[in-house]
């Protein structure tokens, strides 16, 4: 919570104005099974102080436009702990470095990209078809200058035959959203020997490059399905007999992605019990090294799509070398035609959703409503140059927008909420980029605004597959609940892979960081439902944050308040006395408030009770309780 000394600050930013939504059950939007409900505390703010938002989150609250929810962890089938990031401290992975290298050699000029098949479909007839299936690394020729010079040519061609590969494993992942979490080995094609293709079956003479990616891919996908209680994981498709997601059928579906390539460098490329073969089709082998057969196919694979009827005029739009600028602007949260469009074109290609179901008056709602008070920037070092309050983090790549993120930026933290992109840019990793990028935004900025340090990611759903990419950024911390503590994810990871609803205080470590396995076994608490999540649109739920329906049906025990005779009765009212009550436009405390009538409707009292407990003590003598 904040500390008394900003309670000044606190009222020159405005008040903090909410109406209880009591608690409210729907379907779940993280996991498939149709008994599994979502039950949370709702509340709709008129308006929010960035001050009180901020320490709303810091008791497992979220904001969807202006309804605000906490879910009730105890009772929904998907218990979502709340995760931050101390910006200073973030060390990134190796994927993480990767992504922005891959961004910077795309701005360079040095990464030459083709949209994948699938996001081509709607395109025109004088879209190039050879485009299908291929996400190009680098350029054949650039691979070659880059190069210093410490390998030889036949070497290189390895190298690039094994970049096609990695293209198609990207397009695999893809595919199927339960792999997004998974780190894929990277792929490696080597000569094979005259020796070795002796010992083969026979018309293996013209066998010239293998690759075992496929084994590698399959082992990384069975430990992924060991995390979750052995059960198998099934590619749709194909049979039983098949042996779901075997080297086998992994090596089928690449090889089958892999026809540009055989068109282009004049190598057949079959698959072969779980191998990818590369062989020769012409009667001049090149496992013999001969440097001008390697030229000629190198030169082949360079031309690419150039020598394709109707692709040499995207080609002369789009040179190899160009350098492109990327520009990242914040703006305060508005509606914006051209955002919409893209947020539209995303949710429609992205998540299959219906055109009719991506309205304007839904999107106005969830991203660019806000009950946050803007407060504008100081030269006090107390709130950053943009000010705070909602924004929408726009990506221009050379005048085009190609991703926008919806973010908050509070006192202590930048908090994302959504990101909508470009599905051409899919190959850019857009949602970890971005990521990126606001980490380095809270780190820049806490130079010039001290009490900026965290990011938070929003909501961590250990049993949903799909959020747990959100623990990649380390070293990250988990909110317990419970006690309103911030647990590192190092020690609650344990205790979430064995339930998926735990009271991480309960096993906070002491100084010297260790705890007790016996003590995890028999403190962890067992909750009904244990299925692991696919992914679900019904909440407007993405990697960057999350949304809820305000429209939840409402609980049997408790429903919305709706009626505006309210009877305060003689019980105790110990605890709720302070609680800041909004009534006919004055700001009462409740215990100022005397009998004005009487009706049969809820005991307010109840509620305010419920209210106190959900809030907090301190946030519910500083907000206005709305009747």
């Given at each position: ?50 001050d009180d938002y901020q320490d709303l989150l810091d008791r497992g609250w979220r904001r969807s ?535 049969e409707t809820r005991d307010l009292e109840s509620r305010l009770h419920r209210y106190m407990r ?14």
């Open positions: 919570m904040s500390d008394g000394s900003g309670s000044s600050r606190r009222s020159s930013r405005g008040e903090s104005v909410v109406e209880d939504w009591g608690r409210s059950k729907g379907r779940c939007g993280y996991c498939q099974s149709p008994c599994c409900t979502s039950i949370s505390h709702g509340l709709c703010a008129d308006s929010l102080t960035v436009g202006s309804y605000l929810y906490q879910p009730e962890m105890e009772r929904t089938c998907c218990p979502s702990y709340t995760i931050r990031l101390r910006a200073a401290d973030f060390i990134p992975s190796k994927e993480q470095l990767r992504v922005s290298r891959r961004m910077q050699r795309f701005l360079d000029g040095t990464l030459d990209i083709k949209k994948p098949v699938e996001l081509m479909e709607d395109t025109s007839k004088d879209t190039c078809s050879c485009a299908g299936n291929e996400v190009s690394s680098l350029s054949t020729k650039e691979s070659l200058s880059s190069n210093n010079g410490k390998k030889n040519e036949a070497d290189q061609f390895l190298n690039y035959l094994s970049d096609q590969i990695d293209n198609a494993v990207f397009i695999f992942k893809e595919s199927w959203k339960f792999l997004c979490d998974i780190q894929l080995p990277k792929a490696s094609v080597k000569k094979v020997s005259k020796d070795k293709r002796k010992l083969l079956v026979e018309g293996s003479e013209d066998l010239l490059f293998s690759s075992n990616i496929a084994f590698q891919i399959a082992a990384a996908i069975r430990r992924r399905a060991q995390s979750f209680d052995n059960h198998e994981l099934t590619l749709p498709g194909h049979s039983a007999e098949e042996n779901k997601f075997s080297p086998k059928v992994i090596a089928d579906k690449l090889s089958s992605s892999l026809y540009q390539l055989a068109e282009t460098s004049g190598l057949l490329i079959k698959a072969c019990n779980g191998h990818i073969n590369f062989y020769s089709s012409t009667e001049q082998s090149l496992s013999d090294g001969s440097v001008q057969q390697v030229h000629t196919v190198l030169n082949e694979s360079a031309a690419g799509c150039v020598s394709k009827k109707g692709c040499s005029k995207k080609s002369s739009e789009q040179p190899q070398g160009k350098k492109r600028r990327l520009e990242i602007h914040m703006k305060r949260s508005s509606f914006d035609p051209e955002e919409f469009a893209l947020y539209r074109q995303y949710q429609t290609k992205v998540h299959n959703d219906s055109p009719d179901h991506v309205t304007e008056s839904l999107y106005r709602r969830f991203l660019v409503d806000t009950p946050l008070v803007f407060v504008p920037p100081t030269g006090d070092g107390t709130v950053p140059h943009c000010g705070f309050g909602s924004f929408h983090q726009q990506y221009v790549i050379d005048g085009r927008l190609v991703a926008v993120g919806v973010i908050d930026i509070l006192p202590r933290c930048l908090s994302s909420t959504y990101l909508f992109w470009d599905p051409d840019f899919a190959f850019l990793s857009p949602g970890k980029y971005s990521a990126l990028q606001e980490i380095g935004w809270v780190r820049e900025n806490q130079v010039h605004c001290p009490s900026l340090q965290y990011y938070y990611l929003g909501y961590y759903i250990h049993s949903c597959s799909k959020m747990r990419y959100k623990a990649a950024y380390h070293p990250s911390e988990l909110l317990c609940h419970l006690r309103y503590q911030w647990i590192p994810f190092d020690i609650a990871r344990p205790l979430l892979d064995r339930k998926p609803y735990v009271v991480l205080s309960d096993f906070a470590t002491s100084q010297n960081g260790e705890s007790s396995p016996s003590q995890v076994c028999e403190n962890v608490v067992e909750v009904q439902h244990d299925g692991i999540c696919q992914d679900s649109n019904d909440l407007c739920m993405e990697e960057d944050g999350e949304m809820i329906d305000p429209k939840c049906e409402s609980s049997d025990d408790e429903s919305g308040p709706e009626s505006s005779d309210i009877v305060f009765t003689e019980r105790d009212d110990s605890g709720i006395s302070n609680i800041l009550i909004g009534w006919e436009r004055s700001r009462l405390r409740y215990k100022d408030l005397r009998v004005f009538g009487r009706t959900v809030v907090g003590a301190e946030l519910s003598e500083r907000m206005v309780y709305s009747l």
